[in-house]
């Protein structure tokens, strides 16, 4: 609503159900469901209360009431004889008659006017969105003012014209003609992706990947891996002749699997094989020597990176980050793409033991979306996080490294 309103707990009532009523009525263009007229009831508690609380919600709701060639709230008045309070004259029932009377009631003409006006941009680009425009869980999005639907249904427009996207790097799409910077893309990434996966066919779709780039099969600037090899026998058996090193993702992945490579490994290598993710380089820096295992840096949101690593898919494979809301959702990520991840040292436990180290987390607004594939009590642990705003980061963390031992 444009500005609220005064009300009393009645005219609460009615306003909160009036207001549930708001995004049905503007979708009703697209569902074409017929709202009108709507009845909004009400009761007036008259047991136990004196008449001056009586009479201060009936004056109250005949604030609320239009004016007469007004658009606005329609109330039904009734005699009514009470016990306590006698015979009076008292609303019983309130109706909105037309579309114009719940956006007058609601001071919601401004959000009808964003919501047609988007509507209006992706129904004139984008004809192919006409099953997401029906969807409730689209419509909140249409009134909000921080997304610039016009511009993204343009902007996907363009790229769904196109002969293909896959020559194209992110920052070299040929927006400019739009009005649209290079970044623009980056920027409301995950609009666009709601846009692109509703107008494309699902073979044109990396699901595995929430990154525009690489969700379309864009051209991408092949990120490096950091890689210590803490046990030094890993040097000869797999050819390599670093101990600390770092090259591209799909190098990494040819030099552990090449024919070279996998000529010198012996049966079964990988499956023996521990290879942790470190989100904290000064972490990762310190891990000690250990037998059988490979430590890769992750740093931050770059879980989609290790997708293209097929050896890992063999490899008892752990993630180690801060305890917080980021952690736990690049944890979460790491598990869509390799299921077998476990989490080390990231557990109620060890936050429980070591919380007076916690610090203010980052404040951002929790995605429970994102950790379908956690535990229950990752989840929970999330929550707690989340809701005190609370950080554990791990380079704090005095623990001696040991890993699990094999099943």
């Known amino acids: 609503m444009d500005k609220p309103l ?92 037309r579309k114009e009377d719940l956006l ?71 927006l400019g003609d739009l009005g649209l910077d290079t970044k623009f893309v980056e920027r409301y990434n995950k609009w666009m992706c709601e846009l692109m996966d509703h107008c494309l066919p699902k073979e044109s779709i990396d699901r595995r990947y929430s990154s525009f780039h690489q969700r379309y099969r864009l051209q991408q600037d092949n990120p490096h891996i950091r890689v210590r090899l803490l046990d030094e026998s890993l040097m000869s058996r797999l050819g390599i002749p670093f101990r600390d090193f770092s090259c591209p993702a799909q190098e990494l992945n040819q030099a552990l699997q090449g024919p070279q490579a996998f000529r010198s490994l012996e049966s079964g290598f990988w499956e023996q094989i521990d290879v942790l993710v470190i989100e904290n380089k000064t972490t990762f820096l310190r891990l000690p020597p250990q037998k059988n295992t490979l430590a890769f840096f992750g740093c931050g949101f770059l879980a989609e990176t290790f997708g293209s690593l097929d050896f890992l898919k063999h490899t008892r494979l752990f993630y180690w980050g801060d305890i917080d809301k980021e952690g736990l959702e690049i944890l979460a990520r790491f598990t869509q793409i390799f299921p077998h991840t476990q989490p080390l040292f990231m557990s109620a436990e060890v936050f429980s033991a070591h919380q007076h180290l916690a610090v203010k987390g980052s404040g951002a607004e929790p995605r429970m979306d994102s950790l379908a594939l956690l535990p229950d009590d990752l989840i929970q642990l999330y929550r707690h996080l989340t809701s005190h705003n609370l950080r554990l980061e791990q380079e704090r963390l005095d623990i001696q490294l040991q890993m699990p031992k094999q099943s």
């Open 6 to 97: 005064n009300t009393t707990p009645v005219g609460d009532i009615i306003l909160r159900k009036a207001s549930r009523h708001l995004l049905p009525c503007l979708a009703s263009q697209i569902t074409g469901v017929e709202l009108f007229p709507l009845r909004i009831g009400f009761s007036l508690p008259t047991r136990h209360r004196q008449f001056e609380d009586l009479a201060a919600e009936v004056q109250a709701l005949q604030k609320l009431e239009r004016k007469a060639n007004e658009p606005g709230l329609r109330l039904v008045w009734k005699l009514r004889k009470t016990r306590a309070l006698g015979t009076q004259t008292l609303p019983i029932e309130a109706w909105l008659d």
């Open 104 to 174: 007058s009631f609601l001071k919601a003409w401004k959000k009808a006017e964003l919501f047609d006006f988007n509507l209006q941009a992706l129904e004139t680009h984008l004809p192919e969105c006409r099953n997401w425009l029906m969807k409730p869980t689209t419509w909140p999005k249409l009134i909000n003012p921080s997304i610039p639907w016009p511009d993204l249904s343009r902007a996907t427009r363009f790229l769904l014209d196109q002969d293909s996207l896959s020559s194209f790097y992110i920052r070299d799409l040929p």
